[in-house]
C-alpha cells in the first residue's frame, strides 16, 4: 500500500461526499445538504484562506480527509490551526493515514506559521485517542457550547 496526501481539489468531490458521510454517522449527525455543499466550497477555493482540506490518497483513492480551520488567537501574534474534522475510510483504517493526515495538517501549519495545531474528540473515542496520545498533548480543558 503507497499513500500520499495533498489539498483537496474540486474533482475530489465524488470521493470526498461518501466519506463525509461516513463521518456524520459516526457522530451520529444529520446535517442539510445545503451546509455539506457550503463546507466543500469553503475547503476548496482560495478565497477562503481560512479553510482548508487534506486528503491522504491510497493507490490514487481518496480515503480519508481532515478539515483544518486557520483563525487568530489572543494568546500569540501567531493564527492558530483548528483540526476540526478527521475521517480515515473505515475499510483502511489502522494503516497509518490518520497519523498522515495530522503530519500533512501539522506541516501545512507551520508553513503558515501557526502557532498550534489542536483538536478535540469525544470522551468515548479511545481508538482515535490511542492514535492522538502518540503525537500530541491531551489538555485539560474541557468543551463548552451554546447552540444559537
Known amino acids: 500500500m503507497t499513500h500520499s496526501t495533498r489539498l483537496l481539489q474540486s474533482d475530489d468531490f ?21 451546509i455539506t455543499l457550503h463546507t ?17 490518497f491510497v493507490d490514487g483513492k481518496l480515503s480519508g480527509f481532515t478539515h483544518l480551520v486557520f483563525h487568530p488567537n489572543t494568546w500569540s501574534a501567531e493564527p492558530c490551526c483548528y483540526l476540526e474534522d478527521l475521517c480515515v475510510d473505515a475499510q483502511v483504517r489502522g494503516q497509518g493515514l ?16 501557526c502557532c498550534r495545531l489542536y483538536w478535540v474528540t469525544t470522551r468515548d473515542n479511545h481508538t482515535a485517542q490511542q492514535l492522538y496520545n502518540t503525537l500530541a498533548e491531551q489538555t485539560d480543558f474541557i468543551q463548552y457550547k451554546i447552540g444559537l
Do not use: C, S
Open 14 to 34: 465524488d470521493a470526498w461526499r461518501p466519506l463525509w458521510q461516513q463521518y456524520l454517522d459516526f457522530y451520529q449527525t444529520v446535517l442539510d445538504e445545503a
Open 40 to 56: 466543500w466550497h469553503r475547503i476548496i477555493h482560495p478565497e477562503h484562506a481560512d479553510m482548508m482540506g487534506l486528503g491522504v
Open 98 to 113: 490518520g497519523r498522515a493526515l495530522i503530519n500533512a495538517a501539522q506541516d501545512l501549519a507551520q508553513q503558515k506559521q
